[in-house]
């Protein structure tokens, strides 16, 4: 089953902070983040394993808690070049090398 | 090097054409992936290769025909698709990592190339 993100959509003034959450059915074994812009392919952001990690990456950071097989994404102080869609990728704990991305967030940031 | 090249960038192909998308990475890395997206999807998975072998088919039609030559390519062949296979075909590639339990491959953060971008009429 594909992960479920909130919100769908989200715009955002310059300077202004959001949340961007994921949440599996399943017991997962990492979560990684990815942005796409426009007619351009998903590029890394960071990956989570299992242990309720916190990771920090700029003005971006993102927490799983593996109990609620949820991960959410911080974005903080929002640039315009933070405009895209988001996907959660998941990794069940029985998977096996297969990455399934979630239903998606598209942010706009707007000066 | 850290890319990962995919051509054609384009292609539109008749029902009947056969074709093929061709994907190629210098990074190293064993796990090479076909991913498809719809406009406003996620992507989604197709088919995995790990160390050049098809450990994973994501119970894909026949018409899609994936082949990894050597650990940097990796190749989709495509006959007889429909018109609801038109698609951005997206190929990715990463480091394989063991689970410390087990003996699981799992996976690194993915690198993905720009796509084939396909039309089939």
């Known amino acids: 089953q594909q992960p479920v993100q909130s919100p769908q959509a989200v715009i955002l003034r310059e300077g202004e902070d959001a949340v961007i959450n994921c949440s599996s059915s399943k017991a997962l074994y990492s979560v990684h983040w990815y942005r796409q812009k426009h007619g351009e392919a998903p590029v890394f952001l960071m990956i989570l394993l299992k242990g309720g990690e916190q990771k920090g990456h700029d003005k971006i950071s993102a927490s799983f808690n593996e109990k609620k097989q949820q991960s959410s994404l911080y974005l903080t102080a929002s640039q315009l070049s933070y405009s895209g869609t988001y996907f959660c990728?998941?990794?069940?704990?029985?998977?096996?090398?297969?990455?399934?991305f979630g239903t998606g967030t598209k942010l706009q940031v707007i000066p | 090097d850290t890319e990962v090249t995919q051509t054609p960038k384009h292609l539109v192909m008749g029902m009947t054409n056969k074709k093929s998308l061709k994907c190629e990475q210098h990074?190293?890395?064993?796990?090479m992936y076909w991913y498809k997206q719809k406009a406003k999807k996620p992507p989604e998975l197709m088919f995995v290769y790990s160390y050049e072998k098809l450990s994973i088919n994501e119970s894909v039609p026949s018409r899609f025909s994936p082949e990894c030559p050597n650990s940097s390519l990796l190749n989709l062949h495509l006959h007889a698709l429909q018109p609801e296979d038109s698609a951005l075909y997206l190929c990715a590639s990463s480091q394989v990592r063991f689970r410390f339990t087990g003996n699981t491959a799992t996976n690194e953060k993915l690198f993905f190339g720009s796509g084939t971008q396909l039309s089939v009429l």
């Open positions: 990728g998941t990794e069940r704990s029985g998977g096996y090398q297969k990455v399934t």
């Open positions: 990074m190293g890395h064993r796990a």
